[in-house]
């Protein structure tokens, strides 16, 4: 089994910055694809980004041009580097993992079997 553990979040100033990691322990076996998701309270979780195993990132609208979302092989580590931050981006951020081998050509929660515990962001005025 993977298992993934979330930090880098906190408290932040609309307009500011914050970087979020996920290292990958347990189990890694083969690629997977590898994504970020959201959930604000009372609200459905709702996908932010995802990168395949070529390094290709496919954003929401919601965070396009703000967000990146990368990897480190080598450190088993997933990031998501988060700019000009807006309130609505406050929520509890999740890392994610699929399947081994997946093509990663969708980013509906079903599609990954594994998850963090969550980092906070929140956003303020």
């Known amino acids: 089994q993977v298992q993934l553990v979330e930090s880098g979040g906190g408290s932040v100033q609309a307009g500011g910055s914050l970087r979020l990691s996920c290292t990958a322990s347990?189990?890694?076996?083969?690629?997977?694809?590898m994504a970020w998701f959201r959930q604000a309270p009372g609200k459905e979780r709702a996908w932010v980004a995802r990168?395949?195993?070529?390094?290709?990132?496919i954003y929401a609208d919601s965070v396009k041009g703000r967000f990146a979302i990368s990897r480190d092989a080598g450190a088993n580590t997933l990031y998501l580097q988060m700019n000009s931050l807006k309130t609505e981006d406050t929520a509890m951020y999740y890392c994610?993992?699929?399947?081994?081998?997946?093509?990663?050509?969708?980013?509906?929660?079903?599609?990954?079997?594994?998850w963090g515990q969550g980092t906070q962001v929140t956003v303020s005025s």
């Open positions: 994610a993992a699929s399947r081994e081998y997946d093509w990663c050509s969708g980013s509906r929660p079903e599609n990954f079997l594994y």
């Open positions: 347990g189990y890694i076996g083969g690629w997977r694809c």
């Open positions: 990168i395949n195993r070529d390094g290709q990132s």
